[in-house]
């Protein structure tokens, strides 16, 4: 094998691919037992002469990947065949190294531990010719609420590649601490960090833009602005305005504490061009995207902003739109495309460039408003993919968060308690529960809300949603997956997803997930094996 310096990049991606490939296939440790009826013999005879080897292995790339950040373009080819003969000949050919690792990843999941030692597969002869449908497939990952460190993103990062997502959205920051360091205004993270030690140098942050790149996986990073930035306080008082107010936080934003960056200060100006100016040329080398932010904007907080003293929505648009206007420029001037949260577009009716990409959150149908005024969209309706417990339990009757993986998991706010009165179970509710089961993922399309015969062209893919309000590392397996898989399954599928029998996406799905937890996922439990080893033949609702 060529020396690593000799080899193209492209080339050392996949050499290094097929080497976790090779050891992902002999310490998966895989006993398929729970996909079968209990004491049925499933394996193949250890003894038999006639058991095939596989003699050859052969990765092909048929052309050289363009510069990293050309690679999340939404033209990538991440298409791959694979082929494994019966007389054990095996062939991986892609255009480009993203095939190639999907198709090493599709590789792995076709061999077995057996019993009496070795490995097998049942499958041969294989031919599969696949590509995915949507060319964003995502996961978005709070690292500010609980911070997470840096080897339970490597984690995650593993387990998104395993998955065939291509993109990790790190909320990096948030009005309850801001992890993330920034050496030309270095006390943001000194005094916005929950602790000295638990924030993100420069160095890990492109340790983490590395391992993910290696693994076919971009890094989008997001600095929510101007709202959810009351982190800034600690270090910048005067920037933010309604900062931390109680305990009417309520009143000023979605959940405490309340804090947002002042929309008529030139000093407001100097600190985002300061801060973009510092972060913007370390993502560019390893980037295409960087999300600004801009949801849950709270007009009332701009009547305690005394550059603005109004909350009138005709005074705050102007300013706003030249807030994300300097933003945009920045960002682009890096070489970087904007992406921001539907509201800016939807509620505030501002006028984005046409290469902004708009992520929706709040509703199917906001993905058919974004994409019918001219932008491409990214879907991720709480209702279905997400995991995140809220505020205001007024939110209740007008939010359904489907993509959100930490809905139903109960409320982190305490409401206040009575004497002699017993609270009851809708006190501690979430804003988006209840809990979102896979088959609910996996039921709901990105394309959901557009009309019969609607193009989707605009329609990139989507995100599952990771909100770390009652989340931290200890817990964040559990939560995320196997369920992120079930909406991996549909971005990497499209329509076809929605025409399989969800008896057999369960049993695949199981079979999954025992991969992922001999991987160190600590995923969460898809059935019973009672209805595993009956294919879920046994645990269907009836007719």
Not at 125 to 137: A, E, M
Not at 499 to 522: H, K, M, T, Y
Request: include cysteine.
């Amino acid at each position: 094998m060529a020396e690593r310096e000799t080899l193209s990049p492209s080339t050392a991606l996949v050499v290094d691919a097929m080497e976790r490939a090779k050891e992902a296939i002999f310490l998966d440790d895989l006993v398929p037992w729970k996909q079968y009826p209990r004491n049925e013999e499933f394996e193949p005879s250890s003894n038999n002469s006639s058991k095939v080897f596989v003699s050859q292995i052969t990765v092909k790339q048929t052309s050289e990947d363009p510069p990293t950040p050309a690679r999340q373009s939404s033209t990538l080819d991440e298409s791959y065949a694979l082929q494994l003969s019966e007389q054990g000949i095996l062939t991986i050919i892609a255009k480009t190294s993203a095939g190639a690792l999907h198709g090493l990843n599709t590789l792995v999941q076709l061999f077995f531990k057996h019993s009496d030692g070795g490995v097998y597969t049942p499958f041969a002869p294989v031919n599969i010719v696949d590509k995915p449908h949507y060319p964003f497939r995502g996961l978005n990952l709070d690292v500010s609420r609980n911070w997470m460190p840096p080897s339970t993103i490597y984690r995650t990062i593993d387990a998104l590649a395993w998955n065939k997502f291509n993109v990790l959205h790190l909320h990096a920051t948030d009005a309850q601490s801001w992890p993330l360091e920034i050496p030309a205004l270095p006390e943001l993270a000194a005094k916005g960090a929950y602790r000295t030690g638990l924030s993100y140098s420069p160095a890990d942050l492109a340790e983490m833009h590395d391992y993910a790149r290696r693994r076919g996986v971009h890094i989008i990073v997001e600095i929510d602005m101007p709202g959810h930035t009351s982190s800034v306080a600690h270090a910048y008082p005067g920037l933010i305005t309604a900062a931390d107010k109680q305990p009417e936080w309520a009143t000023y934003a979605a959940e405490p504490p309340s804090g947002q960056l002042k929309l008529n200060s030139s000093a407001v100006t100097t600190f985002v061009s300061t801060l973009l100016g510092d972060l913007l040329p370390r993502l560019s080398p390893y980037s295409a995207y960087f999300h600004t932010g801009g949801d849950e904007v709270n007009a009332a907080a701009y009547l305690l902003d005394e550059t603005v003293r109004s909350s009138d929505p005709a005074v705050l648009r102007p300013l706003l739109q030249g807030f994300v206007d300097r933003a945009h420029d920045a960002v682009r001037s890096h070489g970087l495309t904007p992406i921001v949260w539907e509201e800016m577009l939807l509620d505030w009716n501002l006028t984005l460039a046409a290469d902004v990409i708009v992520q929706t959150w709040r509703s199917d149908e906001a993905v058919k408003q974004v994409i019918e005024r001219g932008h491409k969209a990214l879907a991720g309706n709480y209702h279905y993919w997400v995991s995140a417990p809220l505020s205001s339990p007024d939110s209740l009757e007008v939010l359904q968060y489907k993509q959100y993986l930490d809905c139903g998991h109960g409320s982190f706010l305490l409401p206040p308690t009575a004497p002699n009165q017993l609270p009851q179970s809708t006190d501690f509710a979430d804003y988006c529960g209840p809990y979102k089961p896979w088959p609910l993922i996996y039921s709901h399309p990105p394309t959901a809300g557009l009309a019969q015969g609607q193009s989707d062209d605009l329609v990139q893919g989507g995100e599952v949603h990771m909100w770390a309000e009652l989340t931290d590392d200890t817990s964040l397996d559990d939560k995320v997956w196997p369920r992120a898989a079930a909406a991996g399954e549909v971005l990497w599928s499209g329509p076809l997803a929605q025409e399989r029998n969800l008896q057999s996406v369960g049993s695949r799905l199981a079979l999954w997930r025992e991969r992922l937890v001999n991987r160190g996922i600590r995923a969460g439990v898809v059935q019973m094996t009672f209805c595993s080893q009956s294919q879920g033949s046994s645990c269907g609702l009836g007719s």
